[in-house]
């Protein structure tokens, strides 16, 4: 039985072959890296933080419940903000909670609401939030999926 050895080869070729074998791993991970962000694994959570950290919101299904989660920063300031949600490829979002900005001052910043009339299991819901100013500027921030349960 013969096994390769990298002792007979010069110095220059062992470079090679471990650049070759480095350049190869750095493609494999940079692959799966890509393939996680376009098709990210499934869970029954899904959460958002915008780049400015000004809130952070995650969506959970709990024992058939849709609970959300939202824990705002000190720095934001808004009247009222606005939970909406639409099943995926179906119609236009709809509000599902209403939160005051007092209501976000009194219990610490940190929020947790049930969605009392979520939709079934079966289907993807997108939820999001709407922030709104006391001058009427709207900002709505990307939607989270919220995936459906599998069987």
């Known amino acids: 039985m013969q096994f390769f050895t990298l002792s007979g080869i010069g110095c220059k070729s062992y470079s090679v072959i471990k650049t070759g074998f480095m350049c190869t791993a750095f493609l494999l991970c940079s692959r799966m890296a890509i393939s996680q962000t376009i098709n990210p694994p499934q869970s029954e959570s899904s959460s ?3 780049v400015d950290s000004e809130f952070i919101m995650q ?7 849709v609970v959300i989660s939202i824990t705002f920063n000190d ?11 639409k099943a995926e490829f179906n119609g236009e979002f709809s509000q599902c909670k209403y939160i ?21 299991g079966a289907n993807n819901v997108l939820y999001r939030l709407k922030l709104v100013t006391k001058d009427g500027a709207q900002r709505i921030f990307p939607a989270i999926n919220l995936p459906a349960v599998k069987k």
């Open 48 to 50: 958002f933080v915008p």
């Open 75 to 85: 720095s934001l300031v808004f009247d009222y903000a606005a939970i909406e949600r």
């Open 100 to 120: 005051s900005y007092e209501e976000v001052k009194t219990k610490g910043r940190h929020l947790v609401k049930k969605d009392t009339y979520a939709y079934a």
């Open 59 to 65: 969506v959970s299904r709990i024992n058939n419940e």
